[in-house]
C-alpha cells in the first residue's frame, strides 16, 4: 500500500523480544484511522499496551500532514512537530510496547529496527536532558524523542509527555504510562521511502488547496492567529519565530525568548525559550496573573519535569495566595499525586465534537490546523486518492 | 533562473525537502533531497542549506546567506551527506521547492 511501510513492530519490555506482524491491507478511510487501527492492536497485545501509530496521510503533500498519535488505556494524545513524520519514516506504520523493562530505559527505532536500550544513569535526568543525552549517544540531533520526566517516573497522574522539548500533546497523562514501564523516552528516526500512487498528481493538488486555504487564512500570526491569549503584547513583545509542523502552511506555533533578545537570530543561548503552541495552559497562566514571561518560564519547568502545566497552575493557586513563575516551581520540585485539570484536550479542543477530532486525527491530519482551514471530507478523500489510490 | 532564499520567511515546515526528493526518487525520503532543513530546535534556530550546482553550498541561515560548509548535525551521520546529493537541478525549470514554498521564503530569480 502507498504512504505505508506494511509493517507493525512489537517490543516485549520485559524480555526485549521483538516480533512483527504485516498491517492488512484495507481500502477504506474511516478502516485506516491509526486511531482505529491502534484500538485493535491494544485489544489483540493488551490494553496495557502502548501503540505509536502514524495516519494513512502522515508525511503526503495533504496540508498539515504531520500527526502521528500514541494511544494508552488513559487517552490519545497527538504526535506532531516532525515526529509523526520521522515515526513513519523509521520504517513502522505502527509500534506496540508492552509489558515493563526491567531496568530504566529508552526504546530506539530507526531503519525498521526496533531496541530497548537501557539507560539507567539517565534517570536522574529531566526530560530535556535525556532528550539531549540520547541525542548525543546516538550522534544525530534530528532524532524526534517523546521523552518523560520526574513527574512521568513517579507515575503521577499530571502527567506529560514531551515532543522534542515541548509540551501541549499529551493531556491524559500519558506520561505516567512511561513511568509504569519504566521507560524514559521512545527515540526514532527516519530515513526510509514512502511511495505515493500517483507523485505529480498528488503534489499538483495538494499545492492548489494549500493555496486555496492560505489565501483564505491570511496573514499568519504564529499561535496568535489561534489564540486571543497570544495576541496580548506581552506575549508578541517576546515572539522570535514562529515555527511550523511538517507540511504545516500557517503554523500555531510560537517561540518565545526570555534569556535573550528576541530578535537576537544568531545561535548564541542553547535554551533561549519556549515553543508556545499550549492553548489551555497558557489561558491557566494568563487567567492566574502571569504575564508571558513568567508563563513562559513556567512550562519551561513544568516541560523539564514532565509534569501538565495547567494541573501545576492550579496546585498552585490552591496553595498560594498568588501564583506565580516562583510559586509554580515549588509545586514542579516535588512530585505530587494531583489530577490534570484540562477537562479537554489542546489540540482535541480544535473540534467541537470529538468524532471530528478523531476522525482528522487518525488520517494522519493536524486537527488544529484542519480546523481552521476547514475539515472537508470529500477533499481529503480527493487528495487521498492521488497519493493511495482510495478514498472516493 | 536560480533559487533565492529568504530565511526569516522560513516556517521549518519541510516540505521542500519533500518536494525536492518527490522530483529526485519519485518518493519522499530525507535522503535524497538537494535542500535540507538545518534546525536547532532547542534553541528555534533553523534555516535551509541548499547544494547548487555554480556556487555549491549555499547556507540560507537566520543570520544571512551566504556560501559554506555543512554545519556539522545537519543531516545526521545516519543521512547522506548533502555534499555528496546530487545538485538541484530546478527540477527542469518547475522549481518544486519554490512552488511549496508557503511563505515564499524560496523564490525563483533570474
Not at chain 1, 499545492?207 to 506581552?234: C, F, H, K, P, T
Not at chain 1, 519551561?300 to 509554580?328: D, F, H, M
Request: charged share 25%; hydrophobic share 40%; net charge negative.
Amino acid at each position: 500500500m502507498y504512504l505505508r511501510n506494511n509493517r507493525i513492530g512489537i517490543l516485549d519490555l520485559a524480555s526485549g523480544e521483538v516480533s512483527e506482524q504485516d498491517l492488512p491491507d484495507d481500502t477504506d478511510l474511516e478502516r485506516l484511522s491509526s486511531v482505529r487501527i491502534a484500538d485493535g492492536l491494544a485489544r489483540e497485545h493488551g490494553g496495557d499496551s502502548l501503540v505509536l501509530g502514524t495516519g494513512i496521510l502522515t508525511a503526503s503533500f495533504v496540508p498539515a500532514a504531520c500527526a502521528g498519535i500514541v494511544r494508552s488505556a488513559r487517552g490519545v494524545m497527538p504526535v506532531l512537530g516532525f515526529a509523526g513524520v520521522e515515526l513513519k519514516l523509521s520504517g513502522f506504520d505502527f509500534v506496540v510496547l508492552k509489558g515493563e523493562a526491567a531496568k530504566p530505559g529508552y526504546v530506539w527505532i530507526r531503519d525498521g529496527v526496533m531496541e530497548l536500550v537501557e539507560a539507567e544513569a539517565m534517570k536522574s535526568l529531566d526530560s530535556w536532558g535525556r532528550i539531549d543525552r540520547i541525542r548525543a549517544n546516538q550522534g544525530d540531533n534530528k532524532i524526534q524523542v517523546l521523552a518523560g520526566g520526574p513527574w512521568c517516573d513517579a507515575k503521577s497522574p499530571a502527567t506529560q509527555i514531551v515532543t522534542d522539548y515541548w509540551g501541549g500533546e499529551d493531556k491524559s497523562g500519558i506520561g505516567a504510562e512511561l513511568g509504569r514501564m519504566n521507560l524514559l523516552g521512545i527515540a526514532f528516526r527516519g530515513m526510509g521511502e514512502l511511495e505515493l500512487q500517483e507523485p505529480e498528481g498528488h503534489f499538483e493538488e495538494s499545492i492548489l488547496l494549500m493555496r486555496e486555504q492560505v489565501a483564505r487564512l491570511g496573514a499568519n500570526e504564529g499561535l496568535a492567529s489561534y489564540s486571543s491569549s497570544a495576541r496580548r503584547e506581552d506575549f508578541k513583545a517576546l515572539v522570535h519565530r514562529h515555527v511550523a509542523c511538517y507540511g504545516c502552511p500557517f503554523p500555531c506555533r510560537s517561540f518565545l525568548k526570555i534569556h535573550e533578545p528576541a530578535q537576537e537570530f544568531r545561535l548564541v543561548a542553547k535554551e533561549p525559550g519556549y515553543l508556545h503552541y499550549d492553548i489551555p495552559a497558557l489561558e491557566k497562566a494568563l487567567e492566574l496573573g502571569l504575564d508571558a514571561r513568567a508563563a513562559t518560564d513556567v512550562f519551561i519547568k513544568c516541560a523539564r519535569a514532565g509534569v501538565e502545566p495547567v494541573a501545576a497552575l492550579a496546585r498552585a493557586s490552591e496553595t498560594s495566595q498568588k501564583v506565580t513563575s516562583e510559586s509554580v516551581a515549588a509545586v514542579v520540585s516535588g512530585v505530587r499525586d494531583i489530577r490534570t485539570s484540562a477537562t479537554r484536550g489542546n489540540f482535541e479542543a480544535s473540534f467541537p465534537d470529538r468524532s471530528t477530532y478523531i476522525e482528522c486525527l487518525g488520517l494522519g491530519l493536524c486537527p488544529r490546523y484542519w480546523s481552521k482551514a476547514g475539515f472537508d471530507k470529500d477533499v481529503v478523500a480527493r487528495l487521498a486518492n492521488s497519493a493511495l489510490g482510495i478514498g472516493t | 533562473m536560480r533559487l533565492r532564499i529568504d530565511p526569516l520567511k522560513c516556517i521549518c515546515c519541510g516540505l521542500c525537502e519533500a518536494a525536492c526528493s518527490l522530483h529526485r526518487d519519485a518518493v519522499l525520503t530525507p535522503m535524497s533531497s538537494s535542500i535540507i532543513l538545518h534546525l536547532d530546535d532547542k534553541a528555534d534556530y533553523f534555516g535551509l542549506v541548499l547544494k547548487t550546482k555554480s556556487e555549491g553550498l549555499v547556507l540560507a541561515r537566520p543570520e544571512g546567506v551566504s556560501p559554506g560548509q555543512q554545519s556539522s548535525g545537519t543531516g545526521g551521520p545516519g543521512a547522506k551527506p548533502i555534499l555528496l546529493r546530487e545538485a538541484c537541478d530546478m527540477c527542469g525549470g518547475k522549481a518544486n521547492c519554490a512552488k511549496v514554498c508557503p511563505t515564499r521564503c524560496i523564490t525563483v530569480v533570474d
